[in-house]
């Protein structure tokens, strides 16, 4: 069974401080590992995609990393805004289906 | 905007009762998966469909099944609902099963009481 688990569940930063944000996932074997944003009560919004032979990807201030050896993934967002306040969660693919985990919700404090 | 529509956005039913909810893919998507997302967790995965075929099921029981039609618009039915159906389903669209793009609806709430 594939489980992802995100530490912090939640997570306050002065707005300006970068943030980091951790998933662990226990399939090595994974197609790709996805980060989404969430906003109260919407639907998912996709951020940033790694494939399993890719190490990182970046987007704007959003980079992503994926070490498939250690289960980890991590989404760094530089220089944090009142904007980014909101859930993010990683998802773990396999052949058809997305297994998520619960989410770090974030709230920058202007 | 993801192009992918579901409605009803907000609907109360009473325990024992059916519901339907709907999903308008995005243009040229042939593939729809729909997962279900209780208050304060991650997404869970309930069902997908491509072209009109159920191609995999998440641990959900039978009372929920579903349906895609030549369009790929989407249905999913829930029978003798309980408390714990409450919650947000979210519809999904991709252009094939195995690609990585995937676009995700607004979602349907859905309260039980």
């Known amino acids: 069974k594939q489980e992802v688990t995100q530490i912090p569940a939640a997570l306050s930063v002065p707005e300006g401080e970068n943030l980091v944000l951790n998933c662990s996932f226990t399939?090595?074997?994974?197609?790709?590992l996805q980060w989404f944003r969430q906003d109260p009560g919407k639907g998912l919004t996709s951020l940033l995609l790694?494939?399993?032979?890719?190490r990182e990807q970046t987007s704007g201030r959003l980079n992503a990393s994926l070490d498939k050896s250690s289960g980890r993934s991590t989404l760094y967002i530089a220089a944090s805004q009142p904007g980014d306040s909101a859930t993010y969660l990683c998802?773990?693919?396999?052949?058809?289906?997305?297994?998520f985990g619960a989410g770090t919700t974030v709230t920058v404090r202007a | 905007e993801t192009g992918v529509t579901q409605s009803p956005t907000h609907l109360i039913k009473t325990r024992g009762q059916q519901v339907t909810l709907r999903c308008s893919s995005q243009?040229?998507?042939?593939?729809v998966s729909w997962y279900q997302q209780a208050l304060g967790q991650g997404p869970q995965f309930i069902f997908q469909?491509?072209?009109?075929?159920?191609?995999g099921r998440g641990n959900f029981p039978p009372r929920f099944s579903g349906l895609q039609f030549p369009n790929y618009s989407s249905e999913l039915n829930v029978n003798a609902l309980e408390l714990d159906d409450s919650a947000l389903y979210l519809c999904?669209?991709?252009?094939?099963?195995?690609?990585?793009?995937?676009?995700f609806g607004e979602g349907s709430w859905l309260t039980v009481v």
């Open positions: 999904a669209s991709s252009p094939g099963v195995a690609g990585n793009t995937i676009y």
């Open positions: 399939d090595s074997a994974i197609y790709n």
């Open positions: 790694i494939q399993s032979s890719q």
């Open positions: 998802a773990q693919k396999d052949d058809y289906k997305l297994s």
């Open positions: 243009s040229g998507h042939n593939t």
């Open positions: 469909y491509y072209r009109e075929e159920e191609n």
